[in-house]
């Protein structure tokens, strides 16, 4: 089992296949081990917390800070906040749910997060939080299916939550075992001279246009594979992938039901079994099956 000491001192980015997969959860688990270290900034893409929770009527957990924790939220959602912050940062302008702003927890509580509408703006505020040295460990809840804009984060590392059971566990599992191949691709900085350079995405139709006897292909980074599981696996059977940017897969966080842990790791296979990190707050009902 993952044992997640790699967000300690890092920026992690946490993106789901789907809505309610489990990432609010996951960072409420993740925050306290990344205090170790010290301060963490909780910072998200869109809103999070309960005010999603209002949008969906689905409950849905807020984000609890401790003293001395740094986030992004709204001047309103600090105020409603049963936690107390001292403004850090202003940040120009205003969204639809007000000016944004960065604060520090001078009391425990909990809140919603509210983040900027483009992921250039978040990779400004991760900077500033860190060159001031006002946290050591950076938390993002990225948005869904959103991971190649989450790349634009810089040297970011990244967690998904996952959510199965007996109804999409074909589809997860191929979904899983993609990115953990993807993931572990080799790095070559320098492309050589016999791989075929890939600038942007990598689709089908850039895959059915490649020159003929290509046997090596080197992309920018795993987030610009745009390929469908089984046509990814077909690909990597037949050439030679490398990275030319490597961003580091933490864990796969699983939420299950009506199946078991045994079951899904099967499912996965061996490589992303070793990334997997089941839901700590997950009941094991004994009647699930495989």
Known sequence: MNDLKGIIGAVTAVTGFEKGSGKTTFLNHALPIARSAGPVAAFTIGVDGSLKARETGVP????????GDVVLTTETFARASNARFEVLETLPGRTVLGRLLVGRAARAGSITLVGPEHFSLLAEIIDLVRRENWVQSVLVDGAVNRITQVSALGDVRFAFTVRADRANLAKVAARVRSLAELSALPIEADT???????????????MKALPEGTKAISVEDFTKFFLEPNELMRA?????FSVRRAFELLCFSVTLRDVTREAFALAVGPSASAKLLFNPYEARPSEALP
């Open 60 to 67: 849905v957990p807020e984000i609890h800070v401790e003293t």
């Open 192 to 206: 050589a001279d016999a791989s075929h350079r890939i600038e942007g995405p990598l689709t089908s139709e850039l």
């Open 236 to 240: 990597l059977e037949r050439y030679r």
